[in-house]
């Protein structure tokens, strides 16, 4: 039986059963003792980004790289694509589907990365497509990588505890992590964010079908000892609808070093990244801070997704 990822699009982070995330994070710990392999020979990748990327885009590079593929490349077909002309998403889509192998998809709509596959598979192409951060929905791999860096601190992917704070109403990664928490028994999230910012109805709906507790708040004070991790994120000021507002509400949460050293001694410190004042410069110097942990798992995680996308045991 192939492992289920071979041959598919990597679209939503609920996709990801935890049997599949269990050999996933095998895989990537076996990574962390191989640096490259032949696994994506002749395999070419589309990097199609229509917004900014510094981890995602450099990661993905460095992982196709060390496992033998080959990559065309644009940082920004906003303005480097004939979207610039008025193309439309499916027609560059169905076009790249000829010219590689995959297409790793980064799009400021949140449902184009689905679109994408759709519409090729409409087509009867099978192509697939990873979502590498769309709009304000999802960025899958992220919270892949997020989770690992959980899964390797404590040894588990339950029973755990984790504060979220910032600008949650945009915050795709969080909106991906949280789906995978909730496939655990024992997870618990505390959401914290300003009334305007909180996280969705559909991110809460889902917690409560997967009866995972969780929490709504404006502060972190009352949580910041007892978590197993704050995960901080920044105010996405480029998908606010007023920009009066979010020059308002940037800033509204900053992880000052007296915060942090109120947490547990093994208790992490995370940020998708990038990160723009919302954790104190000293606290890079505390145990817990994992931010740059994660980044570092960037490139081992997209490697092991590759490896079961591509290898069929
Ligand atoms: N975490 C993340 O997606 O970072 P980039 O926007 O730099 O890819």
């Known amino acids: 039986v192939p492992n289920p990822l071979f041959g598919k699009s990597i679209i939503w982070s609920q996709d990801f059963h935890p049997d599949i995330l269990e050999d996933l994070f095998a895989r990537t710990y076996r990574y962390t003792h191989q640096r490259s392999n032949s696994m994506l020979h002749n395999k070419r990748f589309v990097m199609l980004f229509y917004e900014p990327s510094t981890r995602t885009r450099f990661s993905f590079e460095a992982a196709i790289d060390d496992l033998g593929g080959s990559r065309i490349s644009t940082e920004s077909a906003m303005h480097f694509s004939s979207a610039t ?13 000829a ?6 998809l980064r799009h400021p709509e949140e449902d184009a990365a689905m679109r994408a596959r759709d519409f090729l598979q409409s087509q009867d192409i099978w192509t697939p497509i990873i979502n590498a951060g769309c709009g304000k929905g999802q960025h899958p791999t992220q919270s892949l990588i997020d989770l690992y860096t959980l899964y390797k601190a404590f040894g588990r992917m ?8 910032g600008d949650l109403k945009h915050g795709r990664t969080v909106r991906s992590l949280a789906y995978l928490l909730g496939k655990f028994r024992g ?23 997967h009866e995972t507790p969780f929490t709504q708040s404006t502060s972190l004070d009352p949580y910041i000892e007892e978590v197993d991790a704050v995960y901080m994120t920044r105010t996405q000021e480029e998908r606010f609808e007023n920009k009066d507002d979010s020059k308002r509400l940037k800033g509204s949460y900053r992880l000052t070093t007296a915060l942090a050293e109120r947490m547990r001694r093994d208790a992490l410190i995370m940020h998708p ?41």
């Open 85 to 97: 002309k008025g193309e439309t998403l499916e027609d560059t889509i169905r076009v790249m589907s």
């Open 99 to 104: 010219y590689g192998d995959c297409i790793v």
């Open 158 to 165: 339950k029973d755990l505890t984790i504060a979220v704070v």
């Open 187 to 209: 997870n618990k999230i505390h959401f914290v964010s300003p009334v305007e910012l909180s996280v969705g109805y559909d991110i809460l709906a889902y917690l409560n079908r």
């Open 273 to 313: 990244l990038p990160k723009v004042g919302e954790i104190d410069e000293e606290v890079y110097r505390l145990p817990q801070a994992a931010f740059y942990q994660q980044s570092d798992n960037g490139v081992l995680v997209r490697k092991a997704l590759l490896e079961m996308m591509f290898s069929p045991n």
